[in-house]
């Protein structure tokens, strides 16, 4: 389970540490921040308590609205739950009943000048990618037009040629030979570099390549949503490959399903361009054209197939 500590928001965000300053290396498990509501009236039932905390202008001003009495109540049994930090929004003052309770419960009590909508959107996107479940593959993962391609196949079989061509044409790279992989959601794969392959490009008989002082700071992306798994395989004789099926086939990386499409090699075969459209292909079927479908269609038109008549 990947985790951060509470010391990378801090240096993330530029937040202002007001209590508990020594106890930045909290570890964080959870991605996404919650605003205590329910739990500030004392309802625990269903309170995230390995989330970072966030009180902005209402719960602050709740707070305020209280005694001393019920404020210290609220305060301290929503610090029994151990979060494993809170951070105050919109830089509010009059903040010295959380001091004293995260000072008691070594809990950092950050704040932010931003605002709580705001603020929350960036924290949570931030922390999404940052605890996502990963993995890494080998393979090169490039941005064609916006898609986001994962390049794979045999060692040697020419994927970071194909994708140098692909740089060439003004299209962008996120990783070569280590891809990492990082689930969003049940539906969105994130791909990236993992550090030290950042903006590298390793060509057979040249050597490693620079694509960014090579091309140009739009050569390179630092990540990008995967869209499509393309795998470059050895020319088949015997095998059909003016393949008309509908039905898209996939490849399944931690769960989540990616639209697969096998390209056969062979000598002056123009791969860069296939990919090129197939990721034109691909989007297309987003915005709900299918060349397959719209040929069948036209097959059974012609056949005067009754339902297409009816349609």
């Not at 010295?96 to 950050?110: G, V």
């Not at 490039?142 to 994927?159: E, P």
């Not at 392959?197 to 990008?224: H, P």
């Amino acid at each position: 389970m990947n985790t951060i500590s509470v010391e990378t928001l801090v240096k993330q965000f530029r937040l202002d540490v007001l209590a508990s300053e020594e106890y930045l290396q909290r570890r964080i498990v959870k991605a996404q921040a919650h605003q205590p509501g329910l739990e500030l009236i004392d309802y625990f039932d269903f309170f995230p308590k390995e989330h970072v905390q966030v009180f902005g202008q209402n719960e602050v001003q709740y707070l305020h609205m209280l005694s001393d009495d019920e404020r210290d109540l609220r305060i301290g049994n929503l610090m029994k739950y151990n979060p494993p930090c809170i951070i105050v929004t919109n830089q509010l003052g009059g903040l010295k009943y959380l001091r004293k309770y995260c000072t008691a419960y070594q809990i950092p009590l950050l704040r932010t000048t931003e605002s709580t909508y705001e603020f929350m959107g960036k924290l949570d996107s931030f922390m999404i990618k940052m605890l996502a479940q990963e993995m890494a593959i080998h393979g090169v993962c490039i941005n064609v037009s916006g898609i986001g391609i994962l390049l794979r196949g045999k060692s040697g079989v020419g994927k970071s040629e194909t994708a140098h061509t692909l740089i060439r044409r003004g299209h962008r790279l996120v990783a070569d030979d280590i891809v990492v992989l990082k689930k969003l959601s049940p539906q969105t794969l994130l791909g990236t570099h993992n550090g030290k392959n950042k903006e590298l490009l390793a060509m057979r008989s040249i050597g490693l390549l620079n694509v960014v002082y090579q091309y140009g700071i739009k050569a390179f992306q630092d990540e990008t949503r995967i869209a499509l798994d393309i795998e470059l395989v050895e020319w088949k004789k015997k095998d059909l490959n003016n393949e008309l099926e509908v039905a898209d086939k996939h490849t399944t990386y931690m769960d989540v399903q990616v639209p697969h499409i096998q390209i056969q090699l062979q000598p002056g075969r123009d791969v860069a361009g296939l990919i090129e459209a197939a990721a034109t292909s691909w989007y297309l079927k987003q915005q709900g054209y299918n060349a397959a479908e719209d040929f069948l269609q036209r097959i059974q038109t012609e056949l005067g197939d009754p339902d297409c008549e009816d349609e």
